[in-house]
């Protein structure tokens, strides 16, 4: 399936909460926004940032990406509040069980099409 912006957003935007280290963010969220279907997914992250301001990433500065190799990523010029949500090693599907870690990073994402928009995350920093 080719990465959208839509599918983008679904796995990673969370505008409207702030960054929560509640411990069941991860489970609660991972759930909802369709990660844990057939698998449980092991890393992902959520970004409390509008969209405007995550959009405006791919016009700051290009790098290589770390997963695909391709040139089209752009890591952010400012840190963004972020949780990260990892897998738990004793976690069996389909009990998805996650750590919830909050911080405070640059992000590098990828963007791709016309309007040229997110549609990959690839790594914090
Ligand atoms: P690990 O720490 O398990 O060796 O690798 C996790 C990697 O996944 C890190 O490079 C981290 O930056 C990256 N990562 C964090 N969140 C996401 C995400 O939502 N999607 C993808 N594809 N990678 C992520």
Known sequence: RKPSAEEF???????????????????????????TKGSCKRVN?????SWATVKAI??????????????NCHKSSSTLHI????LKGSSKYP???????DSQKHIIIACDGN???????????
């Open 95 to 101: 009990n998805c069980d996650y750590t919830t870690t």
């Open 9 to 35: 957003k679904r796995q990673h935007m969370d505008p409207d909460s702030p960054p929560n280290s509640r411990p069941t963010y991860c489970n609660r969220m991972m759930r909802r926004q369709g990660m």
């Open 58 to 71: 791919c016009s700051q500065r290009q790098m290589t990406c770390k997963t695909t190799r391709r040139n």
């Open 83 to 86: 949780t990260e949500c990892r």
């Open 45 to 49: 992250t959520f970004v409390h940032e």
């Open 115 to 125: 309007p040229y928009v997110p549609v990959h995350f690839d790594a914090s920093e």
